[in-house]
């Protein structure tokens, strides 16, 4: 049952709100179901953080769809954290759901693409790998996801290539290219769909390119992927 268009329930506590992003150049919005991150899909990545770059199954990892961040909006330094950074990434926006994709079709279920931070305390992350724990308290903490707008396919296809850069205070920190992920979108998406029943709304964070490292409040961040979108960010 869908609690967001289900007025008549006696709810308890106060209903959760329906996440959204901006469609671009449109006063439409895209809804949020779920938002699904790729680790390590760029081999010069998995290399900085201590890993083998030979093609290995991906692996996923959950943000909360409420971790977003709409654009223009500052990210707060969160709590708890001595180290957290920047993660650019290509966002895929699903708009068609299923199970068990083929590779051939899943582009097909794909509404647009957009482009986000996946930030990371990597001090927690790193506690929690070294003893086995699980992720979130790195990975899914408030206003972790930074987002753009959401480019429908309609309008920008399927970009394949294009550089992922970032940017802190202007100096460039990530130099990447769609080209070099390791997993493709129509890879990850049929991968995925063959562990989770994909739905409309569901966002999948592809991975980042090498270069990641940590801000301080005041670091403006500047990331883009060429063909898609930009975004800036100020730590505060
Ligand atoms: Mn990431």
Redesign the pocket.
């Known amino acids: 049952m869908n609690i967001q268009t289900d007025l008549s329930l006696d709810l308890v506590v106060d209903a959760p709100q329906l996440v959204t992003l901006p469609v671009a150049e449109s006063d439409a919005r895209f809804p949020v179901h779920r938002i699904y991150?790729v680790?390590r899909n760029y081999a010069a990545h998995a290399v900085e953080m201590g890993h083998d770059p030979e093609k290995e199954p991906p692996f996923f990892f959950q943000k909360a769809p409420d971790t977003i961040l709409q654009p223009g909006e500052n990210f707060p330094y969160p709590a708890q954290s001595e180290n957290v950074h920047y993660?650019m990434?290509h966002v895929i926006a699903i708009g068609k759901g299923g199970s068990d994709i083929a590779v051939a079709d899943a582009l097909d279920h794909v509404y647009g693409y957009g482009v986000g931070l996946?930030m990371?305390r990597r001090d927690l992350q790193g506690v929690a790998k070294k003893m086995g724990r699980p992720w979130e308290v790195g990975k899914s903490f408030e206003h972790s996801a930074p987002m753009s707008a959401i480019h429908p396919v309609a309008k920008i296809g399927h970009p394949a290539e294009g550089a992922v850069t970032l940017k802190v205070n202007g100096a460039l920190k990530q130099d990447g290219d769609l080209n070099q992920l390791i997993w493709k979108s129509e890879e990850v998406i049929s991968y995925l769909s063959g562990l989770f029943t994909l739905q409309p709304g569901d966002l999948i964070?592809t991975?980042?390119p090498a270069g990641v490292g940590a801000v301080v409040r005041g670091d403006v961040m500047e990331g883009a992927v060429a063909g898609i979108d930009a975004i800036a960010v100020t730590v505060v």
């Open positions: 991150c680790g993660e990434e996946d990371t964070m991975g980042t």
